[in-house]
């Protein structure tokens, strides 16, 4: 289980923060200007975020990363792409729609028009996009990431996708001489606005090591978990379990409700127990009003369901209860329920969906 512990050490913090700045910045070393990011000296990966690493080490902004590129600015992407930039990295976006890209373009981002653009004019890209087909697309695509990507670069894929894609992308990215790593995040729009994320990576170790102070700023934890695959395979099985938790979560509240209990009493008692969790305490009291604001569109629990049953198949696993929630997903869906928030899958449960 050794490949599952979080890297997090702690150690010099000033000497730690300027070795690990130094493959972006403007200050690189003399002796490694216009070298590949693999052949920078090996760094270690830390556990305290970035944010108070600069105010501790009293790290200037132009020592901050630079030249980053962000492809997919939904509701993660855009959180995710705006730390970054109000963190002083030099970042370059990409949307299929643009206007979701303007914001950001006013808060000093560059655009460019298609991701191969991107690709070629940064160090690092990140993508965030809604399903396999369209990672896929965006990363080797006619107009792809990897069509700008050469040695010296890195491309970081942060969307939720199965193991299969995921070493599709790594292949043709390392087949420019760049390096790739997988890095799906555990966390909502909320955690992605606060810098909160939980990265799953897998893939490149050096280009773990490159990023780790741009992951600190997005998210506060980060586990590196080895071959490419291994970081698909935990955000799935994460993402199982917490489908099946809410759909059974809608069926507490309704039944409580049929039975002559308050619902809020029922989201009260649970949240002060062993089975308490903050989804439950955040998204409950909306759902007794029958209220869905999208943190997390229905549509992708749905995808994350059925990519991990694909992997519990693959390998022979019994998962019952997520086939079942996966039903409720789908009944949902073929409702309209596809951009609401995964809460909504309370609805299916009430009889007049299913009629
Ligand atoms: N929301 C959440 O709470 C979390 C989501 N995730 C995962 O993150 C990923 C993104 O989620 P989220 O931001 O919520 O989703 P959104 O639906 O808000 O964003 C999806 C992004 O993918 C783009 N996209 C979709 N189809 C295509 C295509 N064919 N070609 C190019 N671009 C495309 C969209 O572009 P356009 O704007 O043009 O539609 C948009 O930028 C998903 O994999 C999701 O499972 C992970 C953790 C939490
Ligand atoms: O993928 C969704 C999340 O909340 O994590």
New binding site residues.
């Given amino acids: 289980m050794s490949s599952l512990v979080k890297t997090s050490y702690s150690h010099n913090v000033a000497s730690t923060a300027m070795a690990m700045c130094s493959s972006f910045c403007p200050q690189i070393p003399n002796q490694f200007r216009g070298r590949p990011i693999s052949s920078f000296p090996s760094r270690q990966p830390f556990s305290v975020p970035f944010k108070a690493f600069t105010s501790q080490a009293n790290i200037k902004e132009d020592q901050l990363p630079a030249r980053i590129g962000f492809l ?6 855009f959180p995710m792409a705006q730390n970054l930039i109000k963190a002083g990295c030099d970042v370059t976006v990409w ?3 643009k206007s ?1 890209c303007e914001p950001l373009i006013s808060l000093g981002a560059k655009y460019k028009s298609f991701p191969e653009e991107v690709a070629a004019s940064c160090d690092v890209t990140f993508s ?4 396999p ?3 896929v ?2 990363a080797c695509g006619k107009h792809g990431a990897a069509n700008g990507m050469s040695p010296g670069k890195g491309y970081v894929d ?4 199965d193991g299969e894609t995921s070493k599709l992308i790594y292949g043709r990215i390392k087949a420019t001489g760049a390096l790739s790593l997988e890095a ?6 909320k955690p ?1 606005e606060d810098g909160q994320l939980i990265f799953l990576t897998a893939g490149d170790k050096s280009l773990y090591d490159t990023v780790a102070p741009l992951l600190d700023i997005m998210g506060k934890s980060r586990f590196y978990l080895g071959d490419i695959g291994n970081g698909a395979a935990m ?1 799935l099985v994460v993402n199982m379990i917490m489908g099946s938790m809410m759909a059974s979560f809608s069926e507490g509240l309704l039944l409580s409700e049929k039975v002559g209990l308050d619902p809020s009493v029922l989201v009260e008692v649970v949240s002060q127990g062993a089975i308490s969790a903050p989804m439950y305490s955040m998204k409950g009291p909306s759902m007794i009003q029958s209220l869905y604001p999208t ?3 229905l549509k ?1 629990q749905q ?2 369901l059925r990519l991990a049953l694909g992997l519990a198949e693959s390998v022979s696993q019994p998962t019952p209860i997520a086939a079942a929630a996966n039903e409720l997903y789908k009944v949902a869906k073929s409702h309209g329920l596809s951009d609401q928030d995964f809460s909504a899958v309370i609805e299916s449960l009430k009889g007049k969906l299913q009629q």
Wanted: zero cysteines; a positive charge; aromatic letters at 2%.
């Fill in positions: 997919g600015i939904g509701i993660m992407g949307n299929r729609t979701k965030m996009l809604a399903d087909e369209s990672a697309d965006v942060v969307s939720t996708v799906p995040v555990s966390g909502s729009k992605a955000k943190a997390f569109p992708h995808k994350d």
